[in-house]
C-alpha cells in the first residue's frame, strides 16, 4: 500500500489534487488517473495469480496419500486366484460346506494363520447356523479384501460386531475358546470345562493390558497393530507348548494369578474386597493405596465402586501392574491410583499423603522413617521432573526406575528391599542390563515353582486321597519330571461367567 501510494504522488498531474485532499478539500478523479489505478490494481490481482498457481500445483504433486486407517493396499494382489484356491478347498467338503473342524483348511486357503479359523466362521454366519457355505465364505472374505489392507484391520473386522471399527472384551470370547478347545498345548482343559472361562478372562485382560494403550476398553485397528499380539497369535500355530507364549497364553502365568486371586477370596464367589486385598503378599500394600484402588480409578467394573469388590478381571491387571511397575501401563496404572485429583500431576501434598502411611507402618516395625522433605529430595532427583515440584506421566516413563518411585509410597516390604541395596548399584544395572525377560515373568516363573512344590509336597501328604483344604489340584502328573504339572478346580460351584463383567463402560 505504502509503494502503491508513493508511485500514485510521482504523477505531476495529480500532485495538485492530493495535497487539496490532504488539506480536506473535494475533487474528481481525472479519468486518467482513474485508468491507471485500475491498470495497477489488475496488474496486482494477474501477479498474485502467478505466484499462487504453481504453489498449488506443486503442493498437490509432491504430497502423497500417507493415511491409511485400514492398512496401505497392496497393488499385487491377486483376489480372483484367492478365490478360486478357497472354492478349490471347498470342494472337498459334502456340499461345499465347512463345519468349525474344516475351518483350518480354509483359513490357509485364505492365507491366514490357523486360530482365524473361528473369526473367519463366524464373520460368515457359521456361528448361526453351524456350518458356512462356499459362497457365504467368498462374498465375506472377498469384501474384507478389498477394504482392509493389513492383518490388523482385517481382524478388527472379523470380530467387530457390526458398525464398529473396533474390538470389545466380549468379541475375543468365541475365538479364544476355540483355542482351548482345538490347541494340543491346551488339550488338559477339555476336562474342566468350568475351568476354561478362568483362563479366557486371563487371557483377555492380558490382551487389553498390553495393546488397549488408549485405555478406553476399545482396541482399534492402530492399537491392535502397534502391539505384538498378532505375530503371537500365529506362534501359536507353531508352539505346542502355550507356557512359552508369556505374553498372552501361558498357562503357568493363569494358574499363579489365578491361585494368587483364590488365596485372598476366601468365600470363593470370584470378587474380593478391600480387607482381602490387604492381605496380598503379607499385607505389602498401604491402606490408602488399597482405598484408592476401590475408587474406580483403574477398574472397569462398576462393582468395585458401588459394591466395593473387586473382579477377577480386574485382580489380573493389579497383580500384573504391582510386579512388573517397568511397563509403560503398570507406570499410568499406579500413576492414576496416585494423582488423587486428576489434574496429571503428583503435587508434593500427594506424595506426602501416601508416604504418611508408609511412615506409620515403618513405626509400628520399630524402624525411623526418613523425613519427608529428605525422601522427598530422593524421588526428585531419581525422577528428574521437568518441572521443579512437579511429577508428571512423562517424567516417571522417561525415569529408568520409576518401580523404586512407586514402591516407596506404597509397597512397604519392596521398599525396605530396595533400601537395603546400593542405589548406584541399582543404576549400574539399569544402565548396563538389556532386559530380555521382564519383572512379572521372572515373578510368575518364580511362583509357579513355588505353587509345584507345594502341589507335590501335598500329594504326598495326601496320596490315598484329595486334599480338600487345596485351593487347585493336580490334573495331570508328572513322569519323571519330563511333564509340566497342569491343573484344575475341582468344585463346581465356582463358575464365573463373563457377562457379569460390564466390559462396555470406559474408565472413568
Not at 525411623?368 to 521443579?388: G, I
Amino acid at each position: 500500500m505504502r509503494m502503491r501510494e508513493l508511485s500514485l504522488r510521482q504523477d505531476p498531474d495529480l500532485r495538485k489534487e492530493l495535497a487539496l485532499l490532504a488539506r480536506g478539500c473535494d475533487f474528481v478523479l481525472p479519468s486518467r488517473f482513474k485508468k491507471r489505478l485500475r491498470a495497477f490494481q489488475q496488474g496486482q490481482a494477474q501477479a498474485q495469480v502467478r505466484t499462487q498457481e504453481p504453489v498449488a500445483t506443486a503442493l498437490s504433486e509432491s504430497i502423497p496419500k500417507f493415511y491409511f486407517p485400514q492398512g496401505r493396499p497392496q497393488a499385487n494382489i491377486n483376489i480372483d486366484s484367492l478365490i478360486s484356491k478357497i472354492e478349490k478347498t471347498f470342494s472337498q467338503f459334502p456340499n461345499e460346506r465347512a463345519t468349525i473342524e474344516d475351518m483350518g483348511k480354509v483359513a490357509k486357503a485364505c492365507e491366514c494363520p490357523l486360530y482365524w479359523k473361528m473369526p473367519l466362521f463366524c464373520s460368515a454366519g457359521g456361528d448361526r447356523t453351524g456350518f458356512v457355505s462356499v459362497h457365504k465364505l467368498v462374498a465375506m472374505w472377498r469384501k474384507t479384501l478389498q477394504t482392509c489392507h493389513d492383518d490388523a484391520s482385517k481382524f478388527v473386522h472379523l470380530l467387530a460386531k457390526p458398525g464398529c471399527n473396533y474390538l470389545e472384551q466380549d468379541d475375543l470370547i468365541p475365538f479364544l475358546q476355540d483355542v482351548v478347545n482345538s490347541h494340543a498345548g491346551l488339550a488338559f482343559l477339555k476336562e474342566a470345562p468350568d475351568f476354561h472361562s478362568r483362563y479366557i478372562t486371563t487371557v483377555i485382560q492380558r490382551i487389553f493390558y498390553n495393546a488397549n494403550r488408549s485405555w478406553t476398553g476399545k482396541i482399534t485397528c492402530s492399537e491392535l497393530r502397534k502391539s505384538n499380539f498378532l505375530q503371537n497369535l500365529a506362534l501359536l500355530e507353531q508352539e505346542e507348548d502355550v507356557n512359552q507364549l508369556t505374553d498372552f497364553f501361558s498357562y503357568e502365568h493363569f494358574y499363579v494369578i489365578y491361585c494368587k486371586f483364590w488365596e485372598l477370596d476366601t468365600d470363593h464367589d470370584l470378587y474380593i474386597d478391600q480387607k482381602d486385598l490387604a492381605q496380598h503378599n503379607d499385607q505389602a500394600i498401604s491402606q490408602k493405596m488399597i482405598e484408592r484402588l476401590f475408587s474406580g480409578t483403574v477398574t472397569r467394573d462398576r462393582k468395585v465402586h458401588k459394591e466395593g469388590r473387586l473382579s477377577y478381571a480386574d485382580f489380573v491387571w493389579f497383580l500384573i501392574s504391582e510386579e512388573d511397575k517397568k511397563t509403560d501401563t503398570s507406570i499410568e496404572y499406579w500413576f492414576r491410583c496416585m494423582d488423587l485429583d486428576g489434574d496429571g500431576v503428583l503435587s508434593m501434598y500427594e506424595l506426602e499423603y501416601f508416604y504418611e502411611d508408609q511412615c506409620q507402618r515403618l513405626e509400628t516395625m520399630a524402624i525411623e522413617p526418613l523425613p519427608f522433605e529428605d525422601c522427598l529430595c530422593q524421588m526428585l532427583d531419581l525422577v528428574k521432573p521437568e518441572v521443579e515440584g512437579k511429577i508428571t506421566l512423562r517424567d516417571l516413563k522417561r525415569c529408568k526406575l520409576s518401580h523404586i518411585f512407586f514402591d516407596t509410597f506404597f509397597n512397604i516390604e519392596k521398599y525396605l528391599d530396595h533400601e537395603q541395596k546400593d542405589p548406584f548399584s541399582i543404576i549400574r544395572e539399569m544402565e548396563t542390563d538389556v532386559q530380555e525377560v521382564t519383572d512379572w515373568e521372572k515373578y510368575a516363573a518364580e511362583e509357579y515353582d513355588i505353587l509345584v512344590a507345594e502341589e507335590a509336597a501335598n500329594d504326598q501328604c495326601n496320596d490315598a486321597y484329595d486334599n480338600p483344604l487345596s485351593p487347585l489340584g493336580q490334573h495331570i502328573s508328572t513322569e519323571l519330571g519330563l511333564k509340566r504339572h497342569f491343573f484344575q478346580i475341582p468344585s463346581p460351584h465356582c463358575k464365573l461367567e463373563l457377562d457379569e463383567y460390564q466390559y462396555e463402560e470406559d474408565f472413568e
